[in-house]
């Protein structure tokens, strides 16, 4: 029988503002933006939740409702630091570590038994997964100071499941043979990859808990959702997939984007924001060892209206000033309508650590240039992102 744990740092950009900051403990902490921006929230520690801040939810509207907590923009070079202490932590009880995200792994511990048990120096018995789970929160709370729940189940479904419910800091053991009964009181928007619209399509046929969805026969959901009803009658009786592949923790794409304080029309403060995001994610792809062969402009007018448009390149790469020059192609052709700008934004995908041409002429040239954007990570990676300045960004510099 497979054992699959799924690990979540609790709240984490808030809680690991809180881990940096003594004054912040015991305070309700929001991560996403100032008071005064026109973000939303990313991250809210419980003492904010349990005032009704939620995530995704207006900055503005956060601050009405929690006045009194501390609003941050965040500190991600912390973060991807706090994630990768995480990573290592799961890779000494298991190899097969698949990070989903910064804050979530998952963890094929099948085939540990005998390890477990005597490590913890108890019998063998199904009650070693539960063992592996405390073992793995004890080591990431050691390495990083932060607070994990885990999910322990006989495959990824119902981890998932078992690690929101384990919220905060717990441990939930769903043993062999009691999936289906776990899951048959729940709604069925807890079940992953169930959402609002799939949520309410299934109410309009008076289907509202995982145990209601379980009676269907496949057969019926497959008519109604598609292939998605297979997932559907799979998960609802709580089956799913065991596969944990630790490459796939490998980002399929990097993408930053921002909010601007004011709408604007002023295309030198959109060109010059657009320097500042690519940046940011061209740091994060060298520190990936990945190249980018598709670059995508992302902006959302004041209406609302959200368009985008990409260009792949010849051959990948990971140089700024490649990458900001597709950009820039993009910026005319889509910035195509007499009204504001929102919000911007700026992806690189096809992503691949290897498959660059070398240059025939100019190679040495290249080469120059891939040391200086290693040296200007390499400040700051010491002195934080915003040390160092560069092209269009400098243009932000008294903002």
Not at 143 to 164: C, E, M
């Amino acid at each position: 029988m497979a054992v699959i744990l799924l690990v979540d740092i609790d709240c984490f950009f808030a809680q690991a503002e809180q881990l940096k900051r003594a004054e912040l403990r015991g305070r309700p902490v929001i991560v996403g933006g100032d008071v005064t921006d026109r973000s939303v929230v990313a991250s809210a520690s419980y003492e904010a939740r349990a005032r009704g801040v939620k995530t995704a939810m207006p900055i503005s509207l956060a601050s009405r409702i929690c006045p009194e907590a501390a609003f941050l923009r965040g500190d991600f070079a912390l973060y991807a630091e706090l994630s990768e202490k995480m990573r290592e932590a799961c890779q000494r009880h298991t190899p097969l570590v698949e990070m989903m995200s910064l804050d979530e792994a998952y963890l094929d511990v099948t085939g540990c038994e005998r390890h477990y048990a005597q490590a913890r120096g108890r019998a063998t018995g199904t009650a070693w997964a539960l063992e592996a789970a405390c073992g793995v929160q004890e080591d990431i709370l050691h390495d990083t100071g932060l607070r994990v729940s885990v999910g322990a189940a006989s495959n990824r479904t119902v981890a998932k499941v078992a690690s929101d419910l384990a919220k905060p800091g717990g441990i939930l053991h769903v043993w062999p043979g009691r999936e289906a009964g776990l899951l048959s009181p729940l709604a069925v928007k807890e079940l992953p990859g169930v959402g609002p619209k799939t949520a309410a399509r299934l109410a309009r046929y008076n289907l509202r808990t995982v145990g209601e969805l379980a009676r269907l026969p496949e057969r019926m959901l497959v008519e109604l959702f598609g292939s998605g009803g297979e997932y559907l009658h799979a998960a609802a009786r709580g089956r799913g997939s065991t596969e944990v592949t630790p490459e796939a923790g490998l980002p399929k794409s990097i993408s930053r984007e921002t909010t601007f304080q004011q709408d604007t029309c002023d295309r030198r403060e959109i060109a010059a924001t657009l320097s500042h995001l690519l940046q940011r994610a061209t740091r994060q792809l060298r520190e990936e060892g990945l190249l980018a062969s598709t670059v995508t402009l992302r902006l959302r007018y004041s209406d609302f209206q959200t368009v985008s448009m990409s260009r792949t390149l010849r051959n990948p790469t990971d140089h700024d000033d490649e990458l900001y020059g597709v950009l820039m192609e993009l910026l005319p052709r889509l910035y195509s309508r007499r009204v504001a700008v929102r919000l911007v934004g700026a992806g690189l995908s096809g992503l691949t650590p290897t498959g660059r041409q070398m240059l025939l002429f100019g190679e040495e040239g290249y080469q120059r240039r891939t040391r200086l954007y290693r040296s200007m990570d390499a400040v700051r990676r010491r002195f934080g992102f915003s040390s160092l300045a560069s092209s269009r960004e400098v243009e932000l510099l008294g903002r």
